[in-house]
């Protein structure tokens, strides 16, 4: 579905990616592991349209997609929830909950997938008039989810889920997660920094590092590679 | 002891709520281009220039109230498309290569053009908006003003009230305030984000027009009038926070009824400097404004 060949991306002269490829088919969901500062964003950015690549192409079902606006891209079901502190501070929770869905034109879609929403977000649906910049960063998270929701993806590029949230807190964000991906059954590009959790759910992964793609294995493989555990996992 | 709530005093308050609803408006398009773009829009004042002068074409037209009124419609499309062809021409270019005080230089250069071409197609002495009621004057009880000049603060106020019906229930318009709050986010939303400048450029353009006619029916209509209206424009948004719509709307409100009671009370040659002991006082007190967040929050 996305098919992404020899993508080289920087920042004036600084390169953060190099020749990076890498593929997600539909239905998988392709995590894509690596420390501070390895391009993981920079590549999230570049596939969203808000980077541009210097060499290489981005394929959406056999299209490029590289170099194109965002807004185009959106266009095309490919969306990314940016980290929780990316919300609209200043707008309601029920006006970040439109933006979400700023390309559609479908009313009725978006009226259903509004209660899909709040049946997984309940919290959200109670403060939906509160001003988003005064959730806590739970909520914020969960909003910025949502807020990708309604979009209606067809692929879901999450940027760091978990990022700052307390253990409990990230426990329920990985419950959504796995609910989006096994009972709506959307494709999921899933960048995340609990390792362990990361590669148990992924059917396969990518690591990241210094903008090159040093593995690309099954999850459990990779949570198997002693290389990985010694790096990633801690052990 | 001062008495507070004698006819001069209350008289005053009502003048400057009058000229600071004309200020509200001029700094309101400010604020939005500050808060969308990042551009210290220096021309400001010069776009309700043009939009004064529009209307002192259209009154020669068509005179009476119908004219005034017809000229603030006509001014509001004149400088919103003017905003419209300046933000393409001039604004969007620049903005990804150059940095912020470049697009001030840029700004300064739009504004000593559209002077220079307002002095070469009409010429430098002034002009007066004849007044369509004939100089007559209403009595509010504690205090009395010239219809016209109540006219001007409805006017103010009707625009305001369509702008936040616009800002708040329409999609493009979430979208500017989602743009202003967030712009990678927007991004990630699907919304065009030259589109939103365009708007943006537009509606703020427009509001100075719109606040031009106003300002032109208050003091006179001469090229070089947009230089105090810019000032001001600066003073208001600095006073309610850069970005801050409902800060630029009360302090419109603020530092009109600020000059005239300053004029009044303290000396009438201090009343423009009011304006800048207030930017002072702000950015020594609290600079991100009193409804301003902090940088970064």
Known sequence: ?235 | MVPVMDSLFLQQVLNGLITGSVYSLIAIGLTMIFGVMKISNFAQGDYSMVGAYTAVFVMAWVGGWLGWVGSVLAAAAVVGLLGVVTERLVFRPLMTRWTDIDMIMVSIGLFILLENLAQLFFGATPRMIDDPFGGRTINLGVASTSLLRLFCFVFAGVAIACLELFLNRSRMGVAIRATSQNRFAAQLMGIDINQVYRLTFGVGALLAGVGGVLYGTLFAIYPMMGALPTLKAFAVTILGGMGNIRGAIWGGLILGVAEALGGNYIAMEYKQAIGFFIIILVLLVKPSGLFGRKEGA
């Not at chain 1, 977000?121 to 939906?128: A, D, H, N, Q, S």
């Open chain 1, 1 to 235: 579905m996305l098919n992404i060949e020899n993508l080289k991306v920087a920042y004036g002269k600084a390169v953060a990616l190099h020749d990076v490829s890498m593929r997600v088919e539909e239905g998988e969901l392709v995590t894509l592991l690596g420390s501070n500062g390895a391009g993981k964003s920079t590549l999230l950015k570049t596939i969203s349209g808000v980077n541009r690549a210097l060499a290489g192409r981005i394929l959406w079902k056999g299209q490029e997609i590289q170099n194109q606006p965002s807004h185009v891209v959106v266009n095309q079901g490919i969306i990314q929830v940016p980290e929780g502190r990316a919300v609209f501070p200043d707008l309601s929770v029920a006006e970040n909950l439109r933006m979400g869905a700023f390309t559609r034109r479908d009313e009725d879609g978006v009226a259903s997938d509004l209660e899909e929403v709040f049946e997984l977000f309940p919290r959200l649906k109670e403060r939906r008039q509160q001003l988003a910049g005064t959730l806590s960063g739970g909520e914020a998270q969960m909003l910025a989810i949502a807020r990708g929701l309604l979009a209606a993806p067809k692929l879901l590029m999450l940027d760091e889920p978990s990022l700052g949230l307390a253990p409990v807190l990230r426990e329920a964000i990985y419950r959504v997660i796995q609910q989006i991906y096994q009972e709506k059954g959307i494709t999921i590009l899933l960048v995340e920094q609990n390792a362990r959790w990361a590669l148990k759910v992924a059917t396969r992964a990518y690591i990241l590092e210094n903008g090159r793609i040093t593995m690309e294995d099954t999850g459990a493989a990779l949570a198997a590679n002693p290389d990985v555990q010694r790096a990633y996992l801690g052990h």
